[in-house]
């Protein structure tokens, strides 16, 4: 049963139809069809309702176009009304972000450092067992590692958005965290232009453009100082791992930081990005100098480069393994290092 008897809307809400005025009288109960009048700026209208519920639409039509009734308006003033966003990530993919983000969970030790440079650190509230820098990221909750993050874990801590990079498993993430309604965005930078985008785009995210452009204009500007042109570039190999023994391949960023630096990696042609290679084929690599990405257990040249110009020669050069992996903005520390370590006569 519906029943509304001279009731009058625009004095209710005055504001959202200040220049109408309704009157009615209804009685719904039976089905039957009923008669009721509308005035409207003094211009009389009358019409003939058939069954029920067409009455019923016809007064949420009115209703609507008044701005809702009382209940309509509490029950929106109920809802959480969060201003949203469409950005689209690095994979192209629109995602739908709040405008504010203020709690946001990190896949990755490279956008955890990222967010932070940004100066939205304080906005994470998730982050690997592999974030360890900077130091306040330790202090964060840790969701499992990148590879096998605890999705329970996840979805407890209400993030806004889940930052991922595609070396996670993206589909099986996306599928489980966007089922619970929480947002995922894809990064994926490839070279050193590619990280001062994602940068950029980090700080727009995050609301934080200022400290990002900054720090982009800065990060800039120290690897422009690292670019070394050279006639005959100085042949590297960079050891990833010592056994099995993994380098660096075309798809790396790391085979830009050589090229960079006045070298070229003798694996720029292999066509993955860190590929394993046979002992034989290293040997016959033969280069001038090797680069060790430090760790507890690459910390010296695989015993197939014994007889290489780089051994030799005490042409050894280590790196924090952190700062080769994670193209974050400590990959231009990294930069500067390999160039200082090839060219040291530049940096006199």
């Known amino acids: 049963m519906i029943d509304v008897s001279r009731q009058n809307i625009a004095g209710k809400h005055g504001n959202f139809c200040n220049n109408a005025l309704f009157f009615w009288s209804m009685n719904v109960d039976d089905g039957k069809a009923r008669r009721f009048l509308l005035k409207d700026k003094g211009e009389r209208i009358k019409e003939k309702v058939g069954r029920k519920k067409r009455f019923i639409f016809l007064l949420l039509a009115l209703l609507a176009a008044c701005g809702g009734v009382k209940n309509d308006s509490a029950t929106s003033s109920s809802v959480s009304q969060v201003p949203m966003r469409v950005v689209t990530d690095d994979l192209g993919r629109t995602v739908t972000v709040p405008v504010k983000i203020t709690r946001a969970v990190s896949l990755a030790p490279s956008l ?9 650190g304080d906005r994470l509230v998730g982050v690997t067992t592999f974030c360890n820098y900077p130091e306040a990221a330790k202090s964060i909750a840790k969701i499992g590692d990148t590879m096998n993050p605890n999705m329970e874990s996840i979805v407890a801590l209400k993030p806004d958005v889940v930052f991922v990079s595609t070396a996670s498993q993206i589909e099986a993430f996306t599928k489980t965290l966007e089922a619970n309604g929480i947002a995922v965005y894809v ?3 490839k070279d050193l232009e590619g990280l001062f985008e994602n940068l950029t785009n980090l700080g727009r995210l995050f609301g934080t453009e200022s ?3 900054i720090l982009v204009t800065q990060l800039r500007d120290r690897s422009n100082k690292c670019f070394i042109p050279v006639r005959a570039p100085q042949r590297v190999f960079v050891q990833i791992s010592k056994e099995p023994l993994f380098t660096i391949g075309r798809g ?5 930081l050589v090229k960079t630096a006045g070298g070229i990696s003798v694996t720029a042609d292999v066509e993955s990005a860190y590929p394993k290679i046979s002992k034989e084929t290293a040997s016959a690599l033969d280069p001038e100098v090797i680069i060790l990405s430090e760790s507890d257990d690459n910390k010296e040249p695989n015993e197939v480069f014994n007889n290489s110009p780089a051994v030799k020669k005490g042409r050894v050069f280590k790196i924090n393994a952190d700062l080769l992996s994670r193209p974050g903005p400590r990959l231009v520390d990294a930069l500067d290092q390999i160039a200082k370590d090839l060219h040291p006569e530049k940096f006199k």
């Not at 790396?252 to 830009?256: D, G, I, K, L």
């Open 211 to 213: 400290a990002a452009d």
């Open 252 to 256: 790396a960023f790391v085979t830009e």
């Open 112 to 120: 955890t450092e990222n967010i932070f440079a940004v100066g939205a």
């Open 187 to 189: 990064t994926n930078p």
